[in-house]
């Protein structure tokens, strides 16, 4: 690591958010434009994210598995939505071996066809149903504007797909999914959502709904964090994928599918990150706790160091830890570097802080700093962390809630989306016609977010066609 000053977000939000992630050494840019390289630290947190998805998965009955990279072309085409969803953004494999290929195969940008192929040869009957899988892998959708975690032409993700026995059961497979990372969001990312069914125009290719999670970044503007779909059969009758009811009637299975991908890393980091870097959740961070050793002389050196070795075995076990004591470097330095990394709580101890049996904690959401007593260390540390994390989700909360507006007035409405600057998340009646939607997407380039689950039960008319609308939907511009 070295001395590195972040451009300030007020500057400019989207230099500020690329120099985090470098200089923090989340990623990097990798030599095939559109893609990245994820470093250890970027990766480790995505281990704790992989981490507590797979125990939220299986705690939900499911199991992951894994399918191949390569798709065969014509399984895309079984699915004319999908195809049609899918085609300006796919890799497509001509020649392997040093020969053309009878037919090219596709990079998958999703695994809906070929795990369809084989749902319909492991499925015969209603006893192999519920089939819950999830698979951990990369895809590749060939994004023509990119940028680092939030839209890469290769990234990472889960993909849960299932088969069931009957329309209800998929419906709410997708919507219990939803809910999964609406607490995950929320509860461990510390990032409120907004949960919501999406419009037509703006569903999953070949989904017959999708829902999604709704983030707020700092800058205002929205960002997709998770999204869930039920399938019906659309699939299912492409490729066959049917079964034997208990009556002996051959039925086509209901499907789901669902995904969360290393860009929830980006709305950790617009989320939650300063002026000096990152912010990171404790439940997340790859790094709970960094001690920072500081000794002037050679003959305190043993004395702190021993001190910290015995702290770090006390909380070892409980605690992600890590030890600064690399020399030739000052205690600013290293404060100044953890706190552009987003470690949650900075313990500092010296040899004054011996000879009164303390330690000083330094806090990365709020810079607080307080001398604790070493004894009972421990659980003063965890009920920190408790705090940090509390109060992370708090103020993002505070954040979204401040910036969400109800609008019945069109006219209103074009003049918050004026020029770059994105006015927050607008709540207003709308009467749900694709067209109508294109034009206000044409007119203002904010785009509707999700028509959320929570509403008041009342009418009332379009704001901006002023047709009769039962629903309010999100409205904002978006990543």
Known sequence: MSQQKVTPRSEDYSRWYTEVIQKAELADYAPVRGCMVIRPYGYALWENIQDTLNSMFKATGH???????????????????????FAPELAVVTIGGGKELEEPLVVRPTSETIINHMFAQWIHSYRDLPLLLNQWCNVVRWELRTRLFLRTLEFLWQEGHTAHATAEESEAEARRMLGV????????????????????SEKFAGAVVSYSIEAMMGDKRALQSGTSHNLGQNFAKAFGTQYLDKNNVLQYVWQTSWGLSTRFIGAIIMVHGDDQGLILP??????????????????????????VDQIKADLGAQVRIEVDDREGFTPGFKFNEWELRGVPLRLEIGPKDLEQANVVLARRDTRQKVTVPQAGLLPHILQTLDEIQSNMFTRAKDFMDANTFDVSDYGQFKEMMQGEEAAGFVRAYWCGDRGC???????????????????????GVCFHCGRPATEKVIFAKAY
């Open 63 to 85: 199991k992951n598995a894994y399918f191949p990279l390569f798709i065969p072309e014509s399984f895309l085409k079984k699915e004319a939505e999908h195809v049609e969803g």
């Open 181 to 200: 990372y609406q607490n995950f969001a929320e509860n461990f990312g510390a990032v409120p959502v907004i949960p919501g069914r999406k419009s037509e």
């Open 282 to 307: 404790p439940k997340l961070a790859p790094t709970q706790v960094v001690i920072v050793p500081i000794w002037r002389k050679d003959e305190d050196k043993a004395r702190v160091l021993a001190a």
């Open 437 to 459: 939607e294109a034009q206000i997407k044409e007119e203002t380039r904010a785009t509707s977010r999700c028509i959320p689950f929570e509403q008041d039960g009342t009418q």
